[in-house]
């Protein structure tokens, strides 16, 4: 909790205490954390168990940590979980607005995708990105 409040706002997508325990009692959801909760973030595999991509979420990294490359090696690291699932595809989104996070996405290996309007909330469009695992 403490960690996605120092790094998003409601117009973000921050989750509420709810959301979290909901993600940390999922199955089919895991959690990378960084160093002592310097950045986490939470990787979703498919419902169906057909589906050959999984789902980045949440990436996030405390301010007094940044610009050290550690949310290039959470994504790494997820990268990593993800093929050792048998998954091929690895799928994100994020704010229109996030150029940080969309330069960090595009150093990955991201491409992006369709536009997600409103996705954030009214105004707040989302983009969809994908890379090839
Ligand atoms: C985006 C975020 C996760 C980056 O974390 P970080 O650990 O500082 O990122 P890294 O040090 O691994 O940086 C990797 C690359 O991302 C890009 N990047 C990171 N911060 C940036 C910034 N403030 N401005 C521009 N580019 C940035 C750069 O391309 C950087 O590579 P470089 O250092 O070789 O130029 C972090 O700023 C954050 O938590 N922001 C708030 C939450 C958020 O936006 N999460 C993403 C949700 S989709």
Known sequence: MALEARCFAAYDGIFNRRQLRALL???RAAWLIAGPFAGAACLLV???G???WGRLYSLAVDPRYRKQG?????????FDWFRAQGLTVCRAEVK???????RLYAA????????LPHYYGLGEWGL???RDL
């Not at 550690?70 to 997820?78: G, Q």
């Not at 229109?96 to 969309?102: C, G, T, W």
């Not at 990955?108 to 536009?115: D, I, L, Q, R, S």
């Open 128 to 130: 969809r990105l994908s």
């Open 50 to 52: 057909h589906g050959r």
């Open 70 to 78: 550690i949310a290039k090696d959470l994504i790494a690291a997820s």
């Open 96 to 102: 229109s607005d996030n150029l940080a996070a969309r």
């Open 25 to 27: 009692a999922n199955p």
């Open 46 to 48: 498919p419902a169906n």
């Open 108 to 115: 990955m290996g991201f491409v992006e995708g369709a536009m």
